[in-house]
């Protein structure tokens, strides 16, 4: 009885949702159903807000990430983040490593239905080393023939080493030999711009309705701290592959509130996470939460050219007696990677990077030979070492500072710990103002050693946080970049890099890995040590 | 009246002028500068971003340029969003606030009066203990505690509302930023009107009222809550400016485009001119509300005068 009328409330419940529901439909069937089953939608967070749309002035890995979609390159990255040819179709390179000519594709075109020709990127890199261009990035294409003279006004752009054989034929000369230059041609600064809309708006050609690109999307709508919108651009080569036709870009600083609108279905990916909330998150996410190798190392700079610190065994000796298993594991919930060398596995134009010869020690015994390393370098209980390290303000910067005061703890080493924020901290460093150690990352702009091991040259002003000064080192780098052959040129770098491990001008720490929050309806998304995930790869289900 | 309000406003621009003098020295104590990134730049381009910006004339004359732009109304560049101007930012971002910060400002008022009034009249009752309970629990909590607790029961939950975004200006995406703000405010206003309220009904021309006989209802609201209201009134400059001018805490919690946001991030990024611009406005505002509080001031107490 009791169950006949359960049934019976149960049934008329239903009955009534079912005529409301049928009801609205039949409303807002006829508003909804077309664009519902016509447009798919990718709701995309991005850590960061975008300083510009402008490629040109652009120096962030979240700007790159909206360009990229926006934009095509003379190659470009796949969904593994394989260089692939973007507008340039094939190319050639000289057999002295300096001049390459590229055949650009005959259909490529801007999304107002302009060629795009190899004037276009004549151009574009002329703008981008035009000193008043103020471009952030510039020095990444410096490998250019005549491109630093221009962009440090000793020289006019019309001297730079590009030039258009014909509409499709672009020809790019090197100051020397460059392996990597390829690579760097995937940076968004490498991408043309649209001469047309720069002469018409000026500095606003970035905005909505000014704005030309030539990649598989094209900008509807750039609202600050919103959110950008991009729609399918059918003008694109390969739009007929291109599945998603409209893609928003959120800026999503606050990793917490990314968090909740990926987990209430409002995002599709994240490109990061809340730290602190890693083991509720892999519980909660499973496999939407994804953890990849990434092209970054975490670091502590050491000023090595102070008295307290120049002796080479007292870097060591600190380097020694870190636990990266246990920073990694316990602090960062392995997100990051114990890291025993300078350049990150897995870089291309390398081998195994050179990692330092205790990485497969006990802590036991590395702490033992550190205790030994900091007395013979004159440091005992009775005379301590006395370390600050500073780092900029967050709770995993703090964490791991307080981690690492505590294992050099039992080499009688005192440490002092001082935080300010992120532009005070970098100015510091950069300004060469007065530091013990201080905590710096690194994510490569391109994947090749050079590009981790250039930052301790001794005339590398902007980076050598640490007044690192070798002649032994430099010259390896010299002979390096003078290399053409891609084998020898690995093994150089190496030797450079053996001599970084030994001399720690930075100590590694930890390698970065990219944590990304993933919907199982999101497909083609490839893990990838870049991290980049174009937009035109992917497609959504269900 | 209309020469009272005239003077406050002409003797509100010196006001501005120290408090835009202050602002724009102080921010260049700050170490660092707008182009220090977390990757240095190479020293040509940082020389060639200097010079674009004038950041490389001496201090006074930037000052004096920031001036001299200032009075034709342009506020300059963004430094750091740099495909907008600062006159831009503020004119996008303003009105989203003064949305949030209205709607949240007008349900604080209702709520936070009509409980302070029930737990004046209700006083040592169970309903003025549930008034003071939510109250305390009210101030007490943090915003970045309630939003997030909200919108994890909200919307991820139940799934009844978003989680975050503008949205265009939905009615849904403004619930959950316009509950966090309003909710503090909700519990300062009661225990502001309480607490006058209990004053005001133990005073003498309540007990005269009472005594002419005049309905309960006629006492409390028409009496009673007109002069109880007065340190709320008063509490509202303040409050108003800074609801209105945003909450950096709701809108990036909520991923809102507002004004709130502009003030932090200027100051982290060392965007001299977002700060600047961001600065004036909350400052006009703070101006503007006090001026507003002291004229409704008049309207409620008889014995203020403006003539």
């Known amino acids: 009885m009791t169950t006949d009328i359960a049934l019976d409330g149960g049934c008329r419940r239903l009955a009534l949702r079912t005529a409301v529901m049928a009801a609205v439909l039949a409303f807002a069937g006829p508003l909804m159903a077309p664009s519902a089953l016509a447009e798919v939608v990718y709701h995309r967070g991005n850590t960061g807000e975008p300083e510009t749309l402008d490629q040109h002035k652009t120096s962030t890995t979240y700007e790159g990430h909206i360009l990229r979609d926006l934009y095509e390159g003379l190659v470009v990255y796949d969904a593994a983040a394989n260089v692939v040819p973007g507008v340039a179709e094939s190319w050639t390179v000289s057999d002295d490593g300096t001049v390459y000519t590229f055949n650009l594709r005959s259909d490529a075109k801007w999304s107002n239905g302009d060629p795009v020709t190899a004037e276009d990127f004549v151009y574009s890199f002329q703008r981008i080393m035009t000193p008043e261009t103020g471009a952030k990035y510039a020095n990444i294409l410096y490998p250019i023939r005549g491109a630093e003279a221009a962009n440090t006004g000793d020289a006019g752009v019309d001297a730079m080493g590009v030039r258009a054989v014909d509409a499709t034929t672009l020809e790019i000369t090197l100051e020397s030999p460059t392996p990597y230059f390829i690579e760097l041609l995937t940076h968004q600064t490498g991408l043309p711009v649209h001469k047309g809309s720069i002469d018409e708006h000026g500095a606003e050609f970035v905005r909505p309705g000014n704005l030309v690109s030539n990649g598989a999307y094209a900008l509807a709508e750039s609202v600050p701290n919103s959110h950008i919108k991009m729609v399918k651009n059918a003008n694109f080569h390969d739009a007929a592959n291109v599945q998603i036709d409209t893609v928003f870009f959120y800026p999503t600083e606050d990793r917490g509130a990314a968090l909740r609108r990926f987990q209430a279905g409002e995002l599709h990916s994240n490109n990061d996470a809340p730290t602190e909330q890693i083991a509720t998150i892999k519980e909660q996410l499973g496999d939407q939460f994804r953890v990849a190798p990434f092209l970054g190392t975490y670091y502590y700079a050491v000023k090595a050219d102070k008295e307290k610190l120049a002796d080479v065994r007292v870097r060591q000796a600190l380097s020694m007696a870190i636990d990266r298993q246990f920073l990694a594991e316990e602090i960062w919930a392995d997100t990051m990677v114990a890291g025993y060398s300078f350049v990150p596995p897995g870089i291309g134009n390398y081998g195994e990077p050179a990692y330092a010869d205790y990485k497969d020690m006990s802590m036991i015994d590395r702490e033992d030979k550190a205790i030994a390393l900091l007395a013979e370098a004159g440091y005992s209980p009775d005379n301590p070492l006395t370390i600050e390290i500073r780092y900029n303000t967050s709770e995993n910067h703090k964490n791991t500072a307080l981690a690492i005061a505590d294992m050099w703890k039992p080499l009688g080493v005192t440490v002092e710990l001082l935080n300010t924020d992120v532009s005070t901290h970098y100015a510091h460093l950069r300004d060469k103002g007065d530091f013990d150690v201080a905590r710096a990352g690194w994510i490569g702009d391109y994947s090749d050693p050079q590009n981790f091991l250039f930052m301790v040259e001794s005339d590398n002003d902007g980076f050598n946080y640490a007044n690192y000064n070798n002649p032994d080192y430099d010259a390896l780098m010299d002979a390096a970049a003078a290399e053409t052959d891609l084998q020898k040129r690995a093994e150089i770098l190496f030797q450079a890099e053996t001599i970084f491990m030994r001399d720690l001008p930075f100590i590694p720490i930890l390698y970065y890995g990219s944590m990304s929050m993933v919907s199982d309806k999101l497909i083609g998304w490839e893990d990838n040590i870049q991290n980049v995930h174009a937009t035109r790869w992917m497609r959504i289900e269900g | ?307």
């Open chain 2, 1 to 307: 009246m209309y020469s009272y309000v005239f003077r406050r406003v002409f003797s509100a621009l010196p006001t501005l002028f120290v408090v835009i003098t202050i602002s724009f020295f102080l921010m260049r104590v700050a170490p660092g500068g707008p182009f220090n990134l977390e990757r240095p730049l190479e020293a040509k381009v940082m020389e060639n971003l200097m010079r674009i910006y004038n950041l490389d004339k001496p201090l006074w004359e930037q000052y004096a340029i920031y001036l001299y732009n200032l009075f034709q109304g342009d506020l300059g560049p963004s430094y750091f969003f740099r495909d907008f101007s600062v006159a831009e930012l503020i004119a996008q971002g303003l009105p989203i606030s003064v949305q949030l910060g209205g709607l949240a400002l007008l349900l604080a008022l209702t709520i936070g009066c009509g409980l302070g009034v029930i737990g004046a009249i209700k006083q040592n009752q169970p309903a003025d203990f549930g008034v003071i309970a939510l109250a305390t629990i009210g101030i007490t909590i943090p915003n970045f505690v309630v939003a997030p607790v909200l919108t994890l029961f909200l919307a991820v939950h139940f799934d009844i509302l978003p989680a975050g975004g503008w949205g265009d200006g939905a009615l849904a995406n403004k619930v959950l930023p316009v509950l966090t703000l309003a909710l503090p405010q909700v519990a300062v206003i009661a225990r502001l009107t309480r607490g006058s309220m209990i004053e005001a009904l133990h005073s003498h021309h309540i007990r005269t009222a009472r005594a002419y006989g005049l309905p309960g209802r006629v006492v409390v609201v028409r009496h009673a809550l007109r002069s109880a209201l007065l340190p709320v009134v008063s509490y509202m400059g303040p409050a108003a400016a800074a609801l209105l001018t945003g909450s950096v805490v709701v809108e990036t919690i909520f991923g809102i485009p507002g004004i709130g946001r502009y003030f932090v991030q200027g100051a982290l990024n060392r965007d001299y001119t977002l700060v600047m611009g961001t600065v004036i406005v909350i400052a006009v505002f703070v101006v503007l509300f006090n001026l507003i509080v002291d004229l409704l001031y008049s309207l409620l107490d008889p014995r203020v005068r403006y003539d």
